[in-house]
């Protein structure tokens, strides 16, 4: 694979910024379930990996993690298809939990609607959306999202666990692909 600047078109959030943003949602969950006594932070691989363990630094109140995994048919392309498969469900029966989805970014919005529709059969006490990013001109079907970090404008971004073909996850700043540079590789 090829080195990420060469794909880089611009840093569009850098590092300062993700972490100050995520500082602010962390006490912004600390102070809405203070109450809470069964909170599981619910991380959907592998995208939301970064945000989790930064965000989770950044919660005083005690809660659980779990993860599952989910692949939208038409991977690949770029478009999520509506249709999705879990990989990897949950190991923690979530009845009569605060439950908090943490994802890395809402596009069309069809993988957490169709993963919300699944955990909410299986009666939490409640059930939250927590997504890094946002594409919100993107949406196809509404998804109620609690905490949001960064509304973006509809480009192809990566970094900061959002991948660009599998690769390139580790970058600390989110940042757009110049897919002119990238097909062209
Ligand atoms: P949705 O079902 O269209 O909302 O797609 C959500 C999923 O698509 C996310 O969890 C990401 O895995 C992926 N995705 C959407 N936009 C981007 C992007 O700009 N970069 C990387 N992955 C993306
Ligand atoms: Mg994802």
Known sequence: MID??????E???????LQKRITELG???SHDYQD?????????LRGGIMFLS???RRISVPHAIDFMAISSYGAGTRESSG??????????DIHSRDVLIVEDIIDSGHTIASVLELLSTRKPASLNVCT??????????????RYRG???PNKFVFGYGLDLDEYYRNLPFIGVVDLKKYQSK
């Open 4 to 9: 990420y600047r060469d794909v880089l078109g």
């Open 11 to 17: 840093i569009l959030i850098p590092e300062d910024q």
């Open 27 to 29: 006490s912004e969950i």
């Open 36 to 44: 809470s006594k069964e909170l599981l932070l619910v991380c959907i």
């Open 54 to 56: 930064d965000l989770v």
């Open 83 to 92: 249709l999705v498969r879990i990989n990897m469900d949950l190991n923690t």
């Open 132 to 145: 890094l990013l946002d594409k919100e001109e993107r949406r196809e079907t509404p998804v109620p999202i």
């Open 150 to 152: 960064f509304i973006i």
